[in-house]
Protein backbone atom coordinates (compact mmCIF):
# COMPACT_ATOMS: atom_id res chain seq x y z
CA UNK A 1 0.00 0.00 0.00
CA UNK A 2 1.19 3.58 -0.89
CA UNK A 3 1.40 5.93 1.97
CA UNK A 4 -0.07 9.49 1.46
CA UNK A 5 3.04 11.83 1.32
CA UNK A 6 2.66 14.80 4.01
CA UNK A 7 5.41 17.91 2.87
CA UNK A 8 6.43 20.39 5.30
CA UNK A 9 7.33 23.88 3.16
CA UNK A 10 8.34 27.47 4.52
CA UNK A 11 11.14 29.43 4.22
CA UNK A 12 14.34 29.09 7.12
CA UNK A 13 14.03 29.89 10.49
CA UNK A 14 10.65 29.29 10.47
CA UNK A 15 9.95 25.97 12.73
CA UNK A 16 10.25 23.60 9.96
CA UNK A 17 12.51 20.77 11.01
CA UNK A 18 11.69 21.73 14.61
CA UNK A 19 8.00 20.54 13.93
CA UNK A 20 8.85 17.39 12.32
CA UNK A 21 11.31 16.32 14.82
CA UNK A 22 8.44 17.11 17.71
CA UNK A 23 6.35 15.23 16.15
CA UNK A 24 8.48 12.36 15.51
CA UNK A 25 9.01 12.60 19.21
CA UNK A 26 5.34 13.27 20.90
CA UNK A 27 2.80 12.39 18.52
CA UNK A 28 3.37 9.97 16.14
CA UNK A 29 5.01 6.44 16.18
CA UNK A 30 7.78 6.28 13.79
CA UNK A 31 10.70 3.59 12.70
CA UNK A 32 13.32 3.21 15.23
CA UNK A 33 16.70 4.67 14.83
CA UNK A 34 19.22 1.71 13.63
CA UNK A 35 22.34 2.16 13.67
CA UNK A 36 24.30 3.44 10.33
CA UNK A 37 20.92 5.14 8.76
CA UNK A 38 21.86 9.20 8.32
CA UNK A 39 21.11 11.16 11.08
CA UNK A 40 20.18 14.19 8.81
CA UNK A 41 16.60 13.02 8.64
CA UNK A 42 14.48 14.50 5.82
CA UNK A 43 11.12 11.53 6.56
CA UNK A 44 9.37 9.62 8.79
CA UNK A 45 6.66 7.00 7.98
CA UNK A 46 4.09 8.12 10.46
CA UNK A 47 0.68 6.94 12.25
CA UNK A 48 -1.81 9.13 13.53
CA UNK A 49 -5.07 8.20 14.84
CA UNK A 50 -5.16 4.90 12.93
CA UNK A 51 -4.15 6.73 9.27
CA UNK A 52 -0.41 5.82 8.30
CA UNK A 53 1.91 8.63 5.94
CA UNK A 54 4.87 9.87 4.80
CA UNK A 55 5.81 12.77 6.50
CA UNK A 56 8.89 15.32 4.76
CA UNK A 57 10.82 17.87 6.09
CA UNK A 58 11.36 19.49 2.43
CA UNK A 59 14.19 21.35 4.45
CA UNK A 60 16.50 18.98 4.93
CA UNK A 61 16.62 18.29 1.42
CA UNK A 62 20.00 19.01 -0.26
CA UNK A 63 19.28 22.35 -2.91
CA UNK A 64 22.91 24.13 -4.69
CA UNK A 65 24.59 26.43 -2.52
CA UNK A 66 23.88 29.15 -5.21
CA UNK A 67 20.37 28.96 -4.90
CA UNK A 68 18.68 32.42 -2.92
CA UNK A 69 16.66 31.76 -0.12
CA UNK A 70 13.43 32.78 -2.38
CA UNK A 71 14.60 30.85 -5.49
CA UNK A 72 14.64 27.84 -2.85
CA UNK A 73 11.34 28.10 -1.05
CA UNK A 74 9.75 28.32 -4.65
CA UNK A 75 11.61 24.73 -5.52
CA UNK A 76 10.33 23.27 -2.33
CA UNK A 77 6.07 24.84 -3.17
CA UNK A 78 6.86 22.94 -6.86
CA UNK A 79 7.87 20.34 -4.98
CA UNK A 80 4.98 19.84 -3.00
CA UNK A 81 2.49 20.21 -5.12
CA UNK A 82 4.09 18.01 -7.43
CA UNK A 83 4.81 15.03 -5.29
CA UNK A 84 2.77 15.63 -1.39
CA UNK A 85 -0.89 14.81 -1.03
CA UNK A 86 -1.30 17.62 1.71
CA UNK A 87 1.03 20.59 1.93
CA UNK A 88 1.48 22.34 5.53
CA UNK A 89 3.01 25.50 4.83
CA UNK A 90 5.07 26.70 7.96
CA UNK A 91 5.22 31.01 8.97
CA UNK A 92 6.50 31.93 11.56
CA UNK A 93 4.25 34.41 13.78
CA UNK A 94 7.39 36.26 15.82
CA UNK A 95 8.43 37.46 12.04
CA UNK A 96 4.95 38.36 11.11
CA UNK A 97 4.25 37.88 7.06
CA UNK A 98 6.65 38.22 4.74
CA UNK A 99 7.34 38.89 1.17
CA UNK A 100 8.69 35.35 0.47
CA UNK A 101 5.68 33.49 2.77
CA UNK A 102 3.56 35.84 0.15
CA UNK A 103 4.85 34.44 -3.38
CA UNK A 104 4.72 30.66 -2.15
CA UNK A 105 1.35 31.37 -0.70
CA UNK A 106 0.51 32.68 -3.97
CA UNK A 107 2.03 29.43 -5.92
CA UNK A 108 0.17 26.89 -3.25
CA UNK A 109 -3.29 29.28 -3.67
CA UNK A 110 -3.29 27.63 -7.12
CA UNK A 111 -2.14 23.99 -6.54
CA UNK A 112 -5.13 21.55 -6.69
CA UNK A 113 -3.47 19.92 -3.05
CA UNK A 114 -5.24 20.31 0.66
CA UNK A 115 -2.88 23.43 2.28
CA UNK A 116 -2.65 23.63 5.95
CA UNK A 117 -1.58 26.74 7.05
CA UNK A 118 0.46 26.61 10.05
CA UNK A 119 1.83 29.72 12.47
CA UNK A 120 4.46 28.70 14.34
CA UNK A 121 5.94 30.20 17.82
CA UNK A 122 2.36 30.84 19.19
CA UNK A 123 3.95 30.58 22.53
CA UNK A 124 1.46 33.11 24.54
CA UNK A 125 -2.27 34.66 24.69
CA UNK A 126 -0.21 37.49 22.83
CA UNK A 127 1.08 36.02 20.40
CA UNK A 128 -2.35 34.01 19.20
CA UNK A 129 -3.72 37.91 18.76
CA UNK A 130 -1.07 38.04 16.13
CA UNK A 131 -2.08 35.24 13.78
CA UNK A 132 -5.34 36.98 12.10
CA UNK A 133 -2.75 38.95 9.48
CA UNK A 134 -1.51 35.13 7.82
CA UNK A 135 -5.75 34.90 6.43
CA UNK A 136 -4.43 37.60 4.23
CA UNK A 137 -2.34 34.96 2.93
CA UNK A 138 -5.58 33.52 1.93
CA UNK A 139 -5.10 29.71 2.50
CA UNK A 140 -7.83 29.45 4.69
CA UNK A 141 -7.56 29.27 8.72
CA UNK A 142 -4.52 28.87 9.92
CA UNK A 143 -3.75 27.07 12.77
CA UNK A 144 -1.35 28.32 15.87
CA UNK A 145 1.41 26.32 16.64
CA UNK A 146 4.33 25.88 18.39
CA UNK A 147 6.63 23.06 17.80
CA UNK A 148 9.02 24.20 20.55
CA UNK A 149 6.22 23.49 23.16
CA UNK A 150 4.37 21.10 21.72
CA UNK A 151 1.10 23.16 21.80
CA UNK A 152 -1.47 22.69 19.12
CA UNK A 153 -0.11 19.62 17.20
CA UNK A 154 -2.56 17.26 17.85
CA UNK A 155 -5.12 19.95 16.42
CA UNK A 156 -2.96 20.41 13.01
CA UNK A 157 -2.42 16.38 12.87
CA UNK A 158 -6.45 16.27 12.59
CA UNK A 159 -6.60 18.04 9.95
CA UNK A 160 -3.50 16.64 8.03
CA UNK A 161 -5.41 13.36 8.62
CA UNK A 162 -8.81 14.92 7.58
CA UNK A 163 -6.98 16.32 4.13
CA UNK A 164 -5.34 13.07 3.46
CA UNK A 165 -6.65 10.56 0.22
CA UNK A 166 -8.14 7.90 1.16
CA UNK A 167 -5.82 4.85 0.92
CA UNK A 168 -6.12 1.91 -1.76
CA UNK A 169 -4.08 -0.53 -2.11
CA UNK A 170 -2.24 -1.57 -4.85
CA UNK A 171 -2.87 -4.28 -6.93
CA UNK A 172 -1.11 -7.34 -6.13
CA UNK A 173 -0.67 -9.64 -8.88
CA UNK A 174 0.44 -12.89 -7.94
CA UNK A 175 4.35 -14.06 -8.88
CA UNK A 176 5.12 -10.45 -9.79
CA UNK A 177 7.83 -9.22 -8.87
CA UNK A 178 7.80 -5.10 -8.43
CA UNK A 179 10.83 -3.15 -9.08
CA UNK A 180 11.52 -0.12 -7.92
CA UNK A 181 14.66 2.04 -9.71
CA UNK A 182 15.41 4.55 -7.21
CA UNK A 183 18.34 7.08 -6.84
CA UNK A 184 19.18 10.52 -7.60
CA UNK A 185 18.67 12.41 -11.00
CA UNK A 186 20.68 11.66 -13.83
CA UNK A 187 22.50 8.33 -11.81
CA UNK A 188 20.49 6.29 -15.08
CA UNK A 189 17.39 5.53 -13.90
CA UNK A 190 15.38 5.70 -17.09
CA UNK A 191 18.69 3.78 -18.93
CA UNK A 192 18.92 1.09 -17.14
CA UNK A 193 14.85 0.56 -17.74
CA UNK A 194 15.13 1.28 -21.46
CA UNK A 195 18.65 -0.89 -21.83
CA UNK A 196 16.65 -3.66 -20.34
CA UNK A 197 13.30 -3.16 -22.06
CA UNK A 198 15.45 -3.11 -25.48
CA UNK A 199 17.85 -5.78 -24.69
CA UNK A 200 14.74 -8.29 -24.09
CA UNK A 201 12.33 -6.41 -26.63
CA UNK A 202 9.30 -8.16 -24.42
CA UNK A 203 7.07 -5.29 -23.29
CA UNK A 204 3.51 -6.90 -22.37
CA UNK A 205 1.70 -3.61 -21.50
CA UNK A 206 2.07 -0.51 -20.21
CA UNK A 207 0.50 0.08 -16.62
CA UNK A 208 -0.19 4.19 -15.46
CA UNK A 209 1.38 4.11 -11.90
CA UNK A 210 0.20 5.81 -8.84
CA UNK A 211 3.60 7.92 -8.82
CA UNK A 212 2.47 11.26 -10.94
CA UNK A 213 5.13 10.83 -13.81
CA UNK A 214 6.17 7.28 -13.67
CA UNK A 215 4.73 4.63 -15.89
CA UNK A 216 5.18 1.12 -14.48
CA UNK A 217 6.20 -1.31 -17.38
CA UNK A 218 4.93 -4.78 -17.13
CA UNK A 219 8.20 -6.77 -18.42
CA UNK A 220 9.21 -10.48 -18.86
CA UNK A 221 12.12 -13.05 -18.69
CA UNK A 222 12.72 -16.38 -18.35
CA UNK A 223 8.97 -16.63 -17.11
CA UNK A 224 9.25 -14.35 -14.22
CA UNK A 225 7.02 -11.48 -14.70
CA UNK A 226 8.17 -7.88 -13.28
CA UNK A 227 6.66 -4.49 -13.11
CA UNK A 228 9.72 -1.52 -13.26
CA UNK A 229 8.74 1.06 -11.38
CA UNK A 230 11.14 4.54 -12.94
CA UNK A 231 10.92 7.03 -10.47
CA UNK A 232 12.31 9.30 -13.26
CA UNK A 233 9.10 9.36 -15.51
CA UNK A 234 10.18 7.89 -18.62
CA UNK A 235 7.67 8.68 -20.45
CA UNK A 236 7.93 12.21 -19.75
CA UNK A 237 11.18 13.16 -19.53
CA UNK A 238 10.71 16.44 -21.26
CA UNK A 239 8.29 17.90 -19.09
CA UNK A 240 10.55 17.57 -16.15
CA UNK A 241 11.03 20.54 -14.47
CA UNK A 242 14.95 20.47 -13.53
CA UNK A 243 14.70 22.59 -9.95
CA UNK A 244 12.28 20.25 -9.05
CA UNK A 245 14.34 16.93 -10.21
CA UNK A 246 16.67 17.88 -7.81
CA UNK A 247 13.82 16.73 -5.15
CA UNK A 248 13.78 13.38 -6.99
CA UNK A 249 13.84 11.63 -2.82
CA UNK A 250 10.41 12.14 -2.63
CA UNK A 251 9.42 9.99 -5.67
CA UNK A 252 11.58 7.68 -4.54
CA UNK A 253 9.78 7.34 -0.78
CA UNK A 254 6.55 6.48 -2.98
CA UNK A 255 8.31 3.84 -5.29
CA UNK A 256 9.66 1.98 -2.42
CA UNK A 257 6.28 1.94 -0.59
CA UNK A 258 4.78 -0.04 -3.98
CA UNK A 259 8.15 -2.11 -4.66
CA UNK A 260 8.91 -5.91 -3.75
CA UNK A 261 12.88 -5.34 -4.55
CA UNK A 262 14.49 -2.03 -4.58
CA UNK A 263 17.14 -1.14 -7.27
CA UNK A 264 19.82 1.45 -5.58
CA UNK A 265 21.48 3.50 -8.46
CA UNK A 266 24.75 4.66 -7.22
CA UNK A 267 26.70 6.83 -9.73
CA UNK A 268 30.13 5.21 -10.53
CA UNK A 269 32.26 8.10 -10.62
CA UNK A 270 30.46 10.62 -8.19
CA UNK A 271 30.36 7.33 -5.39
CA UNK A 272 28.13 7.26 -2.50
CA UNK A 273 26.50 11.16 -1.68
CA UNK A 274 24.38 12.09 1.48
CA UNK A 275 21.25 12.17 -0.58
CA UNK A 276 21.94 8.65 -1.94
CA UNK A 277 22.33 7.70 2.01
CA UNK A 278 18.61 9.30 2.90
CA UNK A 279 17.22 7.32 -0.10
CA UNK A 280 18.84 3.78 0.94
CA UNK A 281 18.02 4.75 4.16
CA UNK A 282 14.05 4.70 3.13
CA UNK A 283 14.50 1.75 1.43
CA UNK A 284 16.32 -0.27 4.34
CA UNK A 285 13.62 0.85 7.22
CA UNK A 286 10.75 -0.17 5.03
CA UNK A 287 12.32 -3.98 4.49
CA UNK A 288 12.18 -3.96 1.26
CA UNK A 289 14.78 -6.31 -0.92
CA UNK A 290 17.55 -4.07 -1.92
CA UNK A 291 20.42 -4.50 -4.65
CA UNK A 292 23.05 -1.40 -4.93
CA UNK A 293 23.74 -0.98 -8.38
CA UNK A 294 27.02 0.91 -9.73
CA UNK A 295 26.19 2.87 -12.47
CA UNK A 296 28.30 4.29 -15.18
CA UNK A 297 30.78 1.50 -14.55
CA UNK A 298 32.49 2.20 -18.13
CA UNK A 299 33.54 5.72 -16.99
CA UNK A 300 35.85 4.73 -14.38
CA UNK A 301 39.63 4.10 -15.27
CA UNK A 302 40.26 0.33 -13.30
CA UNK A 303 42.95 -1.73 -12.07
CA UNK A 304 42.85 -5.39 -10.54
CA UNK A 305 41.16 -4.06 -7.44
CA UNK A 306 38.71 -1.32 -8.25
CA UNK A 307 35.92 -3.52 -8.24
CA UNK A 308 37.05 -4.40 -4.44
CA UNK A 309 37.87 -0.91 -3.07
CA UNK A 310 34.49 0.35 -5.01
CA UNK A 311 32.62 -2.37 -2.90
CA UNK A 312 34.70 -1.71 0.31
CA UNK A 313 33.52 2.43 0.03
CA UNK A 314 30.02 1.40 -0.24
CA UNK A 315 29.69 -1.02 2.43
CA UNK A 316 31.31 1.62 4.47
CA UNK A 317 29.05 4.60 3.97
CA UNK A 318 26.17 2.33 3.38
CA UNK A 319 26.75 0.32 6.69
CA UNK A 320 22.72 0.00 7.46
CA UNK A 321 22.74 -2.37 4.10
CA UNK A 322 25.58 -5.02 4.27
CA UNK A 323 23.37 -7.70 3.00
CA UNK A 324 22.60 -5.83 -0.49
CA UNK A 325 24.48 -7.48 -3.01
CA UNK A 326 26.81 -4.84 -5.22
CA UNK A 327 26.25 -4.93 -9.12
CA UNK A 328 28.27 -3.14 -11.42
CA UNK A 329 27.08 -2.29 -14.93
CA UNK A 330 26.82 0.27 -17.60
CA UNK A 331 23.38 1.11 -18.77
CA UNK A 332 24.77 2.92 -21.97
CA UNK A 333 27.28 -0.48 -22.90
CA UNK A 334 24.70 -2.67 -21.50
CA UNK A 335 27.73 -4.33 -19.88
CA UNK A 336 26.07 -7.10 -16.83
CA UNK A 337 22.52 -5.75 -17.52
CA UNK A 338 21.73 -9.24 -18.36
CA UNK A 339 22.38 -10.16 -14.37
CA UNK A 340 19.72 -7.61 -13.23
CA UNK A 341 16.60 -9.70 -13.76
CA UNK A 342 18.24 -12.64 -12.72
CA UNK A 343 19.65 -10.98 -9.12
CA UNK A 344 16.29 -9.17 -8.36
CA UNK A 345 14.33 -12.54 -8.83
CA UNK A 346 17.14 -13.96 -6.76
CA UNK A 347 16.75 -11.56 -3.62
CA UNK A 348 12.62 -11.38 -4.35
CA UNK A 349 12.98 -15.45 -3.01
CA UNK A 350 15.41 -14.48 -0.03
CA UNK A 351 12.69 -11.35 0.86
CA UNK A 352 9.76 -14.11 0.73
CA UNK A 353 11.76 -16.70 2.20
CA UNK A 354 10.15 -19.17 5.28
CA UNK A 355 12.14 -21.08 7.33
CA UNK A 356 10.51 -24.57 9.34
CA UNK A 357 9.94 -23.81 13.02
CA UNK A 358 12.39 -26.42 13.66
CA UNK A 359 14.90 -26.12 11.81
CA UNK A 360 14.99 -22.58 13.08
CA UNK A 361 14.92 -23.27 16.30
CA UNK A 362 18.03 -25.80 16.06
CA UNK A 363 20.21 -23.06 14.45
CA UNK A 364 19.59 -20.31 17.21
CA UNK A 365 20.33 -23.64 19.76
CA UNK A 366 23.75 -24.03 18.13
CA UNK A 367 24.24 -20.36 18.08
CA UNK A 368 24.05 -19.73 22.29
CA UNK A 369 25.82 -22.75 22.76
CA UNK A 370 28.58 -21.53 20.30
CA UNK A 371 28.38 -18.36 21.95
CA UNK A 372 26.35 -18.26 25.11
CA UNK A 373 24.59 -14.66 25.67
CA UNK A 374 26.03 -12.33 28.23
CA UNK A 375 24.93 -12.19 31.79
CA UNK A 376 23.22 -8.00 32.60
CA UNK A 377 22.66 -6.62 35.76
CA UNK A 378 23.56 -10.34 37.72
CA UNK A 379 20.47 -12.24 34.79
CA UNK A 380 21.41 -13.92 32.32
CA UNK A 381 19.33 -14.04 28.97
CA UNK A 382 17.66 -17.41 28.36
CA UNK A 383 16.24 -18.04 24.31
CA UNK A 384 12.94 -20.46 24.85
CA UNK A 385 11.80 -20.24 21.35
CA UNK A 386 11.99 -19.04 18.48
CA UNK A 387 9.18 -18.50 15.29
CA UNK A 388 8.82 -16.80 12.16
CA UNK A 389 5.27 -14.92 11.85
CA UNK A 390 5.90 -12.66 8.95
CA UNK A 391 7.59 -12.74 5.43
CA UNK A 392 9.37 -9.58 3.24
CA UNK A 393 10.78 -8.85 5.12
CA UNK A 394 11.45 -11.98 6.94
CA UNK A 395 10.79 -11.66 10.41
CA UNK A 396 11.44 -13.19 13.66
CA UNK A 397 10.67 -13.06 17.05
CA UNK A 398 12.66 -14.57 19.65
CA UNK A 399 10.61 -15.66 23.44
CA UNK A 400 13.29 -14.94 26.23
CA UNK A 401 13.16 -14.35 30.12
CA UNK A 402 13.32 -10.93 29.95
CA UNK A 403 13.77 -8.79 26.58
CA UNK A 404 15.24 -5.68 28.70
CA UNK A 405 18.67 -8.01 29.22
CA UNK A 406 18.93 -8.86 24.90
CA UNK A 407 21.50 -6.69 24.22
CA UNK A 408 21.54 -5.01 20.79
CA UNK A 409 25.28 -6.63 19.82
CA UNK A 410 24.04 -10.38 20.67
CA UNK A 411 20.63 -9.84 18.90
CA UNK A 412 23.17 -8.67 16.00
CA UNK A 413 25.19 -11.93 16.64
CA UNK A 414 22.00 -14.16 16.33
CA UNK A 415 20.98 -12.10 13.09
CA UNK A 416 24.67 -12.95 11.59
CA UNK A 417 24.20 -16.77 12.64
CA UNK A 418 20.45 -16.78 10.85
CA UNK A 419 22.74 -15.41 7.39
CA UNK A 420 24.93 -17.86 7.40
CA UNK A 421 22.35 -20.69 8.13
CA UNK A 422 20.02 -19.69 5.25
CA UNK A 423 21.55 -16.60 3.74
CA UNK A 424 18.58 -14.13 3.16
CA UNK A 425 21.07 -12.47 0.31
CA UNK A 426 19.79 -8.73 -0.23
CA UNK A 427 16.69 -8.54 2.25
CA UNK A 428 17.11 -6.57 5.52
CA UNK A 429 15.48 -9.15 8.52
CA UNK A 430 13.48 -7.76 11.58
CA UNK A 431 14.37 -9.28 14.52
CA UNK A 432 11.21 -8.74 17.53
CA UNK A 433 12.29 -10.10 21.10
CA UNK A 434 9.60 -10.60 23.38
CA UNK A 435 10.01 -11.54 27.47
CA UNK A 436 7.71 -12.76 29.62
CA UNK A 437 6.86 -9.00 30.98
CA UNK A 438 5.58 -8.35 27.24
CA UNK A 439 3.35 -11.15 27.38
CA UNK A 440 2.00 -10.79 30.73
CA UNK A 441 1.29 -7.39 29.74
CA UNK A 442 -0.82 -7.99 26.66
Known amino acids: MSKPIVAIVGRPNVGKSTLFNRIAQKRVSIVEDIPGVTRDRIYMDAEW ?32 IEEADVVVFVVDVKAGQTAADEEVAAILRNARKPVLLAVNKVDSVKDETEIFEFYNLGLGDPYPISAANALGLGDLLDQVIAALPRQTAVADETDTIRVAFIGRPNVGKSSLVNSLLGEERVIVSDIPGTTRDAIDTHYSKDGTDFILIDTAGMRRKAKIDQP ?123 AVAINPPPSERGRKLKIYYTTQPGVKPPTFVFFVNDAEIMHFSYLRYLENKLREAFGFEGTPLKLVVRGRKDKEED
Not at 61 to 67: F, N, Q, R, V
Not at 279 to 297: D, F, L, Q, T
Open 244 to 366: VERYSVIRSLRAVDRADVVLMLIDAVDGVTEQDKKIAGYAHEAGRASIIVVNKWDLVEKDSKTTLRYTENIRSELGFMQYAPVLFVSALTKQRVQRVSELVKFVAEQHAMRIATSVLNQVVED
Open 49 to 80: LGHEFTMIDTGGIEIESTDKILTSMRHQAKLA
